[in-house]
């Protein structure tokens, strides 16, 4: 198979990583026989540095122009103090919104070779943690307008505007409900329908969507109440369904209490066209350039890259058990150390990796 895939390095540890994660994909064409072929484009602070813009036309036309693109992390505190929608974030809210990616999809893992990571008391974890959260990733709070910063009676007033309209809740609702299907056929539509107006029409057109999927489970949580039942007992869900906002937050808790948040990938799709893949993780400035960063998200969003991108299943398998096989042999980067463990860097970890794909059958 012949594909091109553009890169995004972005800022902070972002390029260190992104090359670990290139030199699996490279592992995985030369031992499966396929050819893919990397281009690279400017996104959010490297990209203000040299174009004065988070996003310059360029980048958009090369991620539009692949058949799948790569991304590690945007941001920094170089860039804080710039108006919002100067800032290195607003070059990653732009290509999701560019690329059409409404369905973002964060898978949280326990792996066993990390259960002593887990921030859980040790009978919660025990019982396991494997959830997915699909977050509606084009819509919400996030694009809603109006929104800004006035001055109003000689008062500062910050606005946003939560909405959704329908046909973006079904789209979104489908790809949980499928999701569910390759899974443990449980969704969870979490929401705030004893608030909010949006949540209520959430509540309403996923329940319709729904009933295509009689197979699947179906429950409904309050956000407030999920974000406590993810710490008291994750082993409960299977697909977790929402919005933008809540989700960008529950995604965060439900990685971070794996104990690993340098160990979760993402992915990013649309209806048609490229999806984007990226670890769950930021760009680390107070890491940068010191090989320290823990590679493995990003190696990890490479697998997902080549499963739900490419539809490489067994590339993807292949990846995931060589990141797991570098685990077991006990090598560590720093955020994951644990006693008896053998403390690597960045490019050595990759190299591990690397280096298991080859030796695998
Ligand atoms: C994420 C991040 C982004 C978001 C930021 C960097 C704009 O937190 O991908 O979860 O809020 O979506
Ligand atoms: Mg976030």
Do not use: M, T, V
């Given at each position: 198979m012949e594909k091109t895939i553009c890169l995004l390095p972005g800022d902070g540890i972002g390029p260190e990583i992104l090359a670990q994660g290139v030199a699996a994909l490279k592992a995985i064409a030369a031992k499966c026989d396929h050819k893919f072929v990397f281009e690279e484009a400017a996104i959010g602070g490297a990209a203000i540095d040299k174009?004065?813009?988070?996003?310059?036309k360029d980048t958009v036309a090369k991620c539009k122009a692949s058949d799948a693109v790569f991304l590690a992390a945007v941001g920094g505190p170089?860039?804080?103090?710039?108006p919002a929608n100067k800032r290195p974030e607003r070059g990653l809210l732009g290509i999701r919104k560019e690329l059409g990616l409404f369905a973002n999809l964060r898978p949280a893992l326990l792996l066993p070779e990390l259960a002593?990571?887990?921030?859980?008391r040790p009978e919660i974890a025990q019982k396991g943690l494997d959830l997915i959260v699909v977050r509606e990733l084009t819509?919400?709070?996030?694009?809603?307008?109006?929104?800004g910063l006035e001055v109003k009676n000689g008062l500062r007033v910050g606005f946003n505007t939560m909405i959704y309209d329908e046909n973006e809740i079904k789209r979104i609702a489908r790809v949980a409900f499928e999701t569910a299907r390759k899974r443990r056929h449980k969704v969870c539509s979490v929401e705030k329908s004893n608030v909010l107006e949006t949540s209520r029409l959430w509540k309403e057109v996923v329940m319709e969507v729904h009933k295509d999927y009689s197979d699947v489970e179906l429950t409904h949580l309050y956000v407030d109440n999920a974000a406590m039942q993810l710490v008291r007992?994750?082993?409960?869900?299977d697909v977790i369904l929402t919005g933008n906002i809540f989700g960008d937050i529950l995604s965060d808790e439900a990685s971070v209490i794996t104990g690993s948040l340098g160990m979760l990938p993402s992915a990013s799709m649309g209806s048609d066209g490229p999806g984007l893949f990226e670890p769950i993780?930021?760009?680390a400035p107070d890491l940068?350039?010191?090989?320290?960063?823990?590679p493995l998200a990003t190696i990890l969003s490479a697998a997902m890259l080549l499963r739900l991108?490419?539809?490489l299943t067994a590339e993807a398998d292949l990846i995931e058990k060589a990141v797991r096989k570098t685990l077991a042999d006990g090598f560590r980067t720093g955020d994951i150390m644990e006693e008896g463990k053998t403390l690597v860097g960045c490019q050595k970890m990759g190299e591990l990796v690397t280096q298991a794909i080859n030796d695998l059958a």
């Open positions: 174009f004065s813009e988070p996003l310059p170089k860039w804080d103090n710039l002593n990571a887990c921030l859980l819509g919400d709070i996030y694009f809603g307008e109006p929104r007992d994750p082993s409960q869900f993780h930021g760009s940068a350039g010191q090989d320290k960063a823990n991108g490419f539809g």
